[in-house]
């Protein structure tokens, strides 16, 4: 099955600078690439979301990098603000085979150092 | 206000009793999913369904039981079986069956065992 790996586990940046979390996957039938973002006490939530059709996704201070070849993706965040922080997760599935089939790395905690 | 309710938010156990966490959602998903979430490792499926009166293991079920009676709601249980409980309990929704995209989540239950 597909496994999932993610780095680093913690994360501590000055606010204003970037932020890029790795994830590498194994199974290369995988092409849907999530990532869902945990606030301290709050639900998952999706924040973006990448298909291997295409090798970068931005939304506003977010963005996505996907390569295929070596088997992995990242998140970037620019000009990191506080409500930056959380735990941020990444994910990877073959659509169409359903959400049963995400596989979740481990999290990274995202620390926004004021 | 559509979303998805578990509860209870916090729950203590003494070994060897059953715990049932309850997630309702009413945002009129077809699918929903049990996570469970231990520091260090992503989220892991326990249980889902695609349908009323239907569901399927997930990759940890063992010591767990589910439920799907009405599209709403989708409880599971922790029985005494479970080796290890104490963990925190994510519950998910999403809109189609059978194909990835957003999964909406619960606020989650922490569940310790005393």
């Known amino acids: 099955g597909e496994n999932v790996e993610q780095h680093p586990s913690t994360l501590s940046v000055q606010e204003g600078d970037s932020a890029v979390i790795k994830c590498t996957y194994s199974d290369s039938a995988s092409n849907y690439f999530p990532w869902y973002k945990q606030e301290l006490g709050k639900r998952p939530q999706l924040i973006i979301d990448?298909?291997?059709?295409?090798g970068e996704k931005k939304d506003q201070r977010i963005a996505v990098t996907l390569n295929k070849t070596a088997k992995h993706f990242s998140l970037h965040i620019t000009e990191t603000q506080p409500e930056d922080s959380a735990v941020y997760f990444c994910?990877?599935?073959?659509?169409?085979?359903?959400?049963?089939?995400?596989?979740f790395g481990t999290g990274t905690r995202l620390t926004i150092i004021p | 206000d559509g979303g998805i309710t578990q509860s209870p938010k916090y729950l203590f156990r003494k070994e060897g009793q059953n715990v049932t966490l309850s997630c309702e959602q009413n945002l009129n998903h077809d699918a929903m999913y049990w996570y469970r979430q231990d520091p260090g490792q992503g989220l892991r499926l326990i249980y889902y369904?695609?349908?009323?009166?239907?569901?399927q293991k997930g990759d940890i079920a063992e010591g767990y039981s589910v439920s799907r009676e009405k599209k709403e709601s989708f409880p599971l249980t922790v029985t005494s079986a479970q080796k290890n409980p104490t963990a925190f309990y994510l519950c998910?929704?999403?809109?189609?069956?059978?194909?990835?995209?957003?999964?909406?989540f619960g606020e989650g239950s922490r569940l310790t065992v005393l």
């Open positions: 369904s695609q349908i009323v009166n239907d569901f």
């Open positions: 994910a990877a599935s073959i659509e169409n085979f359903g959400n049963e089939k995400l596989t």
């Open positions: 990448i298909r291997s059709n295409v």
């Open positions: 998910a929704s999403s809109i189609v069956r059978g194909d990835t995209g957003e999964l909406f």
